[in-house]
């Protein structure tokens, strides 16, 4: 059986890339909201940037996927919550997205800390955002909560 979806995103933006901003929207219509130079380079900006979205969608898809492997393995997790930290770096060439660490923590009962771990990196390398995201180097840190002693 073959499967493909096509999902959509819009932005606009006014102004000059210092002193203007934007809006993002999801095409589901989840999410629309503004973002600007500031939300990117700064802390404590109340907009979005690239950056937190990408890394919305990689953590998002890496916790599908690893709920998925588990489940499929016979262990559905309990909770799995994931964080994705995305770092943005001013280079010779221009600003890159250097590196995103994912850190996942799982409350998975029947699963040891090793199988969490390999599962965990399963995931990471199949999941299709990271995949989308090979440029980028992709950095996983695993927790098993509880699951078997």
Same mark, same amino acid.
């Given at each position: =059986?073959?499967?493909?979806? #096509?999902? $959509?995103?819009?932005?606009?933006? !006014?102004? $000059?890339?210092?002193?203007?901003?934007?809006?993002?929207?999801?095409?589901?219509?989840?999410?629309?909201?503004?973002? $600007? /130079?500031? %939300?990117? @380079?700064?802390?404590?900006?109340?907009?979005?940037?690239?950056?937190?979205?990408?890394?919305?969608?990689?953590?998002?898809?890496? $916790? =599908?996927? *690893?709920?998925? /492997?588990?489940?499929? %393995?016979?262990?559905?997790?309990?909770? *799995?919550?994931?964080?994705?930290?995305? !770092?943005?770096?001013? !280079?010779?060439?221009? &600003?890159?997205?250097? !590196?995103?660490? /994912?850190? #996942?923590?799982?409350?998975?009962?029947? @699963?040891?800390?090793?199988? &969490?771990? +390999? &599962?965990?990196?399963?995931?990471?390398?199949?999941?299709? @955002?990271?995949?989308?995201?090979?440029?980028? +180097?992709?950095?996983?840190?695993?927790?098993?909560?509880?699951?078997?002693?």
């Amino acid at each position: =059986m073959s499967f493909a979806i #096509t999902r $959509t995103a819009q932005a606009s933006w !006014r102004g $000059t890339v210092a002193e203007g901003g934007g809006r993002l929207g999801l095409g589901s219509g989840a999410f629309e909201g503004p973002f $600007t /130079l500031k %939300a990117r @380079v700064e802390d404590g900006q109340p907009s979005a940037n690239p950056e937190e979205l990408i890394g919305a969608a990689n953590a998002g898809c890496f $916790t =599908m996927s *690893l709920a998925d /492997l588990l489940t499929n %393995a016979g262990h559905p997790p309990e909770e *799995l919550r994931t964080t994705a930290r995305v !770092r943005l770096e001013q !280079r010779p060439e221009g &600003f890159r997205i250097a !590196r995103i660490t /994912l850190s #996942t923590e799982g409350e998975v009962p029947g @699963v040891d800390d090793a199988q &969490f771990q +390999e &599962f965990a990196e399963r995931a990471k390398s199949t999941c299709p @955002v990271s995949l989308a995201l090979a440029g980028t +180097e992709i950095a996983l840190e695993a927790r098993l909560l509880y699951g078997t002693p």
